[in-house]
């Protein structure tokens, strides 16, 4: 199936929660959404017969500077196509709703996603760092990240 | 040892020095602390194997620190890893010797500027005697840290240190 269509079903589906795409001249094309749709989006195109996205290829946080942003890369396995969705969120509420419960797989991405950037993937069972160690302050990828001068004791900067 | 063996007519007395007979011990058994951090474990795990074969020089890998002399910290120095680097440390018997090897756990390598997560050279937490350069170093590079290390070991001396 190709992007357009995977569009125009989402489109179709759920109209104004769909607000933007770039289906073309792009390697993955890509809609966002409405962040607070993207768990209704997410059970619909997993479970809808013409899409059957049964695989999240990748969960990907994103700072774009004064917006947070999560990244879907989903695959068919049946289809054999592929499509992403995006959704952003400010800064200072950075709420999304957690995809865990479609896809298993986004268990330790959101997690990561959470660690580096501070997401709040609310719904999530268990939401705590998977990478950094638990008494880490401050969530590092975000573009406004200090390095600290100490942690425990331990010089950072060279 | 093998040097002497079977040279005498009937049984014998060799005489020398606490010292030497110590260091001889200490140098030619070094046990190695076993893990690796990163890709100079690779390097690492290469040194030990049939083509370089460190088992020649004594150096046997173990898994647990209280059976090691040498710690080698081969790779990447997280600060998650740096508080258990240093808990191992502390767990190994002394007398104990720290090889620092490559370009991350000397210095923090490429990690130096925007490694947020990275302790900037691993003499940070503990004391190191040799330092390997390298990114990675080449088993041969590793062996000769481990050779400069055993000349060390052997220039070592019970006698207190005086005063200078």
Redesign the interface.
Known sequence: MTAQEIHDILKAQFGDAVLEAKLENVPDPFAKVQADRILDIAAFVRGDERLQFDYLMCLSGVDYKGKLGVTYHLYSMVHRHKFVLKVEVPTDAPNVPSVESVWKTADWHEREAFDLYGLNFTGHPDLRRIL??YDWEGH?LRKD?Q??EY??G????? | MGLLDQKFESSNVVITTMDDLLNWARLSSLWQMQFGLACCAIEMMAASASNFDMMRFGVIPRATPRQCDVMIVSGTVTLKMASRIKRLYDQMSEPRYVISMGSCSNCGGPYWEHGYHVLKGVDRVIPVDVYVPGCPPRPEALIEGLIKLQEKIRNESLVQKKAV
């Open positions: 950094l160690p590092p990240y390095t600290p942690y425990n331990m010089k950072v900067p060279y």
